[in-house]
């Protein structure tokens, strides 16, 4: 079980997190939903061990062992589709590539560099990227943001295969529903509803 517990953080003056606790099983996908601004992001954040809480703590769950997908894709335009994969794989893993293109539905695609993707492509190769790293866990801030929500369904089930966890913020109801459970979020600061 992954666990936070009594988590407190602020941005100067603003209360995100407040003695927040929280539960995530060690299997599955689970949605984090709830309004734009609730401090989902941070959750995530926290999660990653890239926000440092003032008070609490998470067990279950090493930072430097979890694979973390930004909302931006943040991918380099000198690099082809293949090479963003292949960079965060090591040697002995590279033959992989296919493995992860297909995740993502890129296959055909590993020359092309990302100012030739449109935006849905863009992002499920950051997805790929992100999954390809790999980890004790996935976090995955807006993971299928412009992407259609059939190719969405059928990639939940390829990171469900993956056998971690995976947590997941999302707005989109067809990738909430495909999630083995939804957690209801509001705030800030960030509470279950």
């Not at 980890?135 to 259609?148: H, I, S, T």
């Not at 083995?180 to 705030?187: A, E, F, K, N, T």
Request: glycine content about 10%; aromatic content about 4%.
């Amino acid at each position: 079980m992954i666990s936070l517990q009594n988590i407190t953080l602020r941005y100067g003056e603003k209360v995100v997190l407040d003695g927040f606790s929280l539960e995530i099983p060690e299997e599955g996908l689970t949605a984090l939903s709830g309004p734009s601004g609730c401090g989902k992001t941070t959750l995530l954040r926290v999660l990653g061990g890239l926000a440092r809480p003032e008070r609490g703590k998470v067990d279950g769950l090493d930072p430097a062992r979890a694979a973390f997908l930004f909302q931006e894709d943040r991918l380099l335009p000198w690099r082809t589709v293949g090479q963003h994969i292949t960079d965060v794989l090591p040697r002995s893993r590279r033959a992989e590539l296919s493995r992860w293109l297909a995740l993502a539905e890129l296959e055909g695609e590993e020359h092309a560099y990302p100012a030739a993707l449109s935006g849905g492509m863009a992002r499920r190769l950051a997805l790929a990227r992100c999954a390809a790293l790999g980890g004790d866990a996935l976090l995955l801030d807006e993971p299928f943001a412009g992407v259609d929500p059939q190719r969405a369904a059928r990639m939940l089930e390829r990171l469900r295969g993956l056998g971690v966890p995976v947590v997941l913020a999302s707005h989109q109801a067809p990738v909430l529903a495909a999630c083995d459970r939804v957690i209801g979020l509001d705030g800030p600061p960030l509470r279950i509803t």
